[in-house]
């Protein structure tokens, strides 16, 4: 299973950036996915969460500026951000759960956010 997580970069505070994660080596559609960062320095957070029949959950800090998205036929999922803060500076991994529970993780991409 491999997953390759794009779209990240420097956006100034109260920009977007769109995130994806393209996935290959499961059948796609059977798999929760998910988005986590990592901050210098702090553990790596969960950021949200789309299940194979696109149920959300997100983490309190970014619910109403994210948005996980996917599209089973791409084996892609995103994540839309919005209204980007300097707290949302940090490297985004992208996470694939088998039915069997077992975790994929994706190299990540750095999203940088200017004050």
């Known amino acids: 299973v491999q997953l390759q997580a794009s779209g990240g970069g420097l956006v100034q505070a109260g920009g977007s950036l769109r995130l994806s994660c393209v996935v290959s080596?499961?059948?796609?559609?059977?798999?929760?996915m998910e988005w986590y960062r990592q901050a210098p320095g702090e553990q790596r957070e969960f950021v949200a969460r789309?299940?194979?029949?696109?149920?959300?959950r997100y983490a309190s800090s970014v619910a109403g500026r994210f948005t996980i998205s996917r599209d089973n036929a791409k084996a892609t999922v995103w994540l839309q951000m919005n209204r980007l803060t300097s707290e949302d500076t940090a490297v985004y991994y992208c996470n694939l759960i088998t039915p069997t529970n077992r975790p994929y993780w994706g190299q990540g991409t750095q999203v940088t956010v200017s004050s």
């Open positions: 789309i299940t194979p029949d696109g149920r959300t």
């Open positions: 080596g499961t059948i796609f559609r059977f798999d929760d």
